[in-house]
């Protein structure tokens, strides 16, 4: 019983860039985002307000609101780790913001220098400050199947910090296989733990392909009834504090196997496809989606 219906949410101009090395030119950056909303993609993460010392590639986030011309429909969102990023958040313009949590303690500590209990309480403030300008929060959670420093984590734990998100009200949580470490065995486990007290309607799929099981991953957790998918164009991405992870699961990748499933994205896949190939153009690498290189090929 899969879902009708999926909405897909476009990471690629945030978590796919994010860990590239050299410098991307604003311009390109503003392309890509526009490409991918003439994709039919309506909910594009385009940038981060987090310290430009720690991810030097997201330090022009503000520039690249400023220069995207807006398609309506299309809910241009950042991530925000406390006040300050969710103040420039709120000068730029953003239309939604997400605030980021881990189930790992170490990874809390190496990606946002705090524990999750300090992460959560900066979140309160990013949350009141989203709340008195009328905006939605949607809620990241890291290493759901495995830490890169803590190995195995348990449903439980992860089962515990989405409800703390959910109940600080952020309207969504973003399920993070950071490392792309899980299998169709971990994705089984970790929903039938989940969905004890969260309604699914409230979950979403964040997996990143490291091993290649990012596509069964995603078809165990359609069958739990997920209907909301993030990916990346062309498989980009990669997180600067998850030692080995390699991209998100490419929105190529994933549009092409829910057309074949018979579920509606509104997605085009060959203007997906010119949106990662520009992108492309600047890096000095390969795309790793493999419905990108079967459809180039072609
Ligand atoms: P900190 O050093 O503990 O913060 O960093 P601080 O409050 O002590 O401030 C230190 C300096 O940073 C100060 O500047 C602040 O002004 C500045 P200085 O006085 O040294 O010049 N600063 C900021 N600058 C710009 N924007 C801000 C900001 N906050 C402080 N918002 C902090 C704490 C969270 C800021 C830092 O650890 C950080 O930026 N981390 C980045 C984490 C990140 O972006 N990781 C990648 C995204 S998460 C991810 O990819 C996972 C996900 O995809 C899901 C999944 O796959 O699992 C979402
Ligand atoms: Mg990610």
């Not at 990013?126 to 190995?151: F, I, T």
């Not at 971990?186 to 929903?191: D, G, I, K, S």
């Not at 039938?192 to 799929?205: G, P, Q, R, W």
């Not at 290189?293 to 072609?298: C, E, G, H, I, P």
Request: glycine share 10%; with cysteine; net charge negative.
């Amino acid at each position: 019983n899969y879902p009708t219906q999926v909405s897909i949410l476009e990471v690629g101009p945030r978590d796919g860039l994010q860990n590239e090395a050299q410098t991307i030119p604003l311009q390109a950056k503003t392309d890509f985002i526009h490409a991918l909303a003439k994709a039919g993609l309506t909910r594009i993460e385009a940038g981060s307000f987090v310290s430009p010392k720690w991810v030097p590639q997201m330090a022009d986030s503000a520039e690249v609101f400023k220069g995207i011309s807006r398609l309506p429909g299309v809910t241009y969102s950042a991530l925000t780790p406390n006040d300050k990023g969710m103040q420039a958040a709120l000068e730029s313009g953003v239309d939604e913001v997400a605030i980021f949590a881990a189930a790992s303690e170490a990874f809390s500590m190496r990606n946002i220098n705090c524990s999750i209990a300090e992460s959560l309480k900066r979140f309160e403030t990013v949350m009141q400050m989203a709340n008195d300008n009328g905006m939605k929060v949607r809620g990241y959670l890291s290493c759901v199947m495995g830490c890169p420093y803590e190995g195995e984590i348990l449903p439980d734990k992860v089962a515990e910090v989405t409800k703390t998100l959910l109940d600080m009200g952020c309207y969504e949580v973003s399920l993070g296989d950071t490392i792309g470490v899980g299998t169709p065995g971990h994705t089984h486990r970790l929903f039938d733990t989940l969905l004890e007290d969260i309604d699914v309607s409230k979950l979403a799929a964040h997996f990143h392909d490291t091993y290649g099981q990012a596509l069964a991953n995603l078809v165990v957790a359609l069958q739990y009834g997920v209907n909301t998918i993030d990916s990346a164009a062309g498989g980009l991405g990669g997180c600067p504090y998850a030692a080995g992870a390699s991209g998100n699961v490419a929105t190529e990748d994933v549009v092409y196997m829910l057309n074949g499933m018979g579920i509606e994205t509104g997605v085009n896949l060959n203007a997906v496809l010119a949106a990662s190939n520009a992108m492309f153009g600047h890096l000095e690498r390969q795309a790793t989606s493999r419905t990108y290189t079967a459809m180039l090929a072609k």
